[in-house]
């Protein structure tokens, strides 16, 4: 199965990647529109600013615990990872999947005068190409929704972290099962079936799961959030901007899982509103 997820991730990204860039540029991420959802804000804004609220959060947003050495697990075309970079002026490594991701992100780096001290790779992030204890920063922004093994991914995680370390989190999970709503419903699930086929996901878990993975893996210092109010408008404005003619011809060029994945937007949007997908975040210590 992993070998035919990592090939539907990385035709997924090879396809779409060019087309987010060219209509809703770098950050391939939520945006935060405040903590009750209610910010009106330019969208690329919105994304900066869920960069900086998970900092800011995570208390690593001073000179005094800036990071000095970054991995950037599910790099995209570098949008994180070049941002944080250049805040911090410290260096950096991004993985993906995609290699026409990694190529992109290579290109920016070097145009935007980091390609010294930032660099790209195509790598599997639950066998990261690093020694142990190599970065004081694991930052992983809505990619742990597609490993098939949320434990090894974590295990890795805490594996290249360097003693004292941070890792910062954000991910796709779904609601907890443990509270009066009980466990997924029929309905439910379907409903998560659909978006695992469109964006390629093999599962997701609800964020107590992921805080039990950690805290095994041996994380210390563990704090864990729902932001679902906080990003939840993201997907109506995309689906929004999407609403025009060069965007519409750029999906159509771009190719039938490129299309299925912009036609099912409504899927994440209807997700949050039914209170089925939520934005778990996650930071903790080695």
């Known amino acids: 199965m992993s070998n035919?997820?990592?090939?539907?991730i990385r035709e997924f990204y090879d396809a779409s990647s060019g087309l987010w860039e060219q209509t809703w540029g770098e950050h391939m991420h939520h945006g935060y529109y405040g903590r009750a959802g209610n910010y009106k804000m330019n969208r690329r804004q919105a994304q900066i600013d869920l960069i900086e609220e998970l900092l800011i959060w995570a208390d690593c947003k001073d000179k005094e615990n800036a990071p000095q050495n970054i991995v950037d697990v599910g790099c995209g075309i570098g949008g994180s990872t070049l941002y944080l970079a250049e805040k911090f002026g410290a260096k950096a490594k991004g993985i993906t999947l995609s290699p026409k991701q990694a190529e992109r992100a290579t290109e920016r780096a070097i145009a935007a005068g980091l390609g010294d001290?930032?660099?790209?790779?195509?790598?599997?992030?639950?066998?990261?190409?690093?020694?142990?204890?190599?970065f004081d920063l694991v930052w992983s922004l809505e990619s742990g929704e597609h490993m098939p093994d949320k434990a090894k991914f974590m295990r890795e995680c805490y594996r290249v972290l360097q003693p004292g370390g941070k890792l910062?989190?954000?991910?796709?999970?779904?609601?907890?099962?443990?509270?009066?709503?009980?466990?997924?419903t029929t309905s439910e699930i379907e409903h998560l079936q659909d978006i695992y086929r469109v964006y390629c996901l093999?599962?997701?878990?609800?964020?107590?799961?992921?805080?039990?993975i950690a805290k095994d893996c041996g994380f210390k210092n563990l704090h864990a959030d729902d932001w679902s109010m906080a990003v939840a408008p993201f997907w109506d404005i995309v689906i929004g901007s999407a609403m025009n003619w060069q965007t519409v011809t750029g999906i159509l060029k771009a190719g039938w899982e490129t299309l299925r994945g912009a036609l099912s937007l409504i899927l994440m949007s209807r997700g949050y509103e039914r209170g089925l997908i939520r934005f778990g975040t996650i930071y903790a210590t080695k």
Do not use: K
């Open 117 to 134: 001290r930032v660099g790209f790779q195509v790598a599997n992030a639950l066998e990261m190409p690093f020694e142990d204890n190599s």
């Open 4 to 8: 035919n997820l990592y090939r539907d």
């Open 168 to 184: 910062i989190m954000a991910t796709w999970c779904h609601r907890e099962t443990s509270s009066v709503a009980g466990e997924l």
């Open 202 to 212: 093999p599962y997701v878990i609800s964020l107590s799961e992921y805080v039990t």
